[in-house]
């Protein structure tokens, strides 16, 4: 399992494990954001049309709403983490260098 992978467990069990209180693996990731996607259906009025027609016959608008609901939170949880894990891994810079730095570009015609 690569790192993106483990990012993607480790934020799916931040987010809908918590909410759902269950343990997202590798084995059960595409069956519980299934589930996920058909709860925010129903929260939207939705789920029955997909039992009719089926997603492949949902508008886009109407599966937009439903990854819009469901994406904001995971999506915005991703980016945070990956902003922290850049900036964990970013070296720290004196003042001095930053200082120098400026000058230099300052000093450019």
Avoid: C, F
Wanted: aromatic share 2%.
């Amino acid at each position: 399992m690569d790192g993106l992978e483990k990012l993607k467990l480790q934020v799916a069990n931040e987010t809908l494990g918590r909410e759902m209180k269950k343990e997202i693996t590798t084995d059960n990731y595409e069956s519980v954001l299934e589930e996920k996607k058909l709860e925010v259906a129903e929260e939207l009025g939705l789920k029955e049309k997909i039992e009719s027609v089926g997603w492949e016959n949902m508008t886009t608008k109407e599966v937009g709403k439903i990854g819009g609901q469901m994406g904001g939170h995971i999506s915005g949880q991703m980016v945070k983490k990956l902003v922290s894990m850049a900036e964990a891994q970013m070296a720290p810079v004196e003042e001095e260098v930053i200082d120098d730095s400026k000058k230099h570009l300052e000093d450019k015609p």
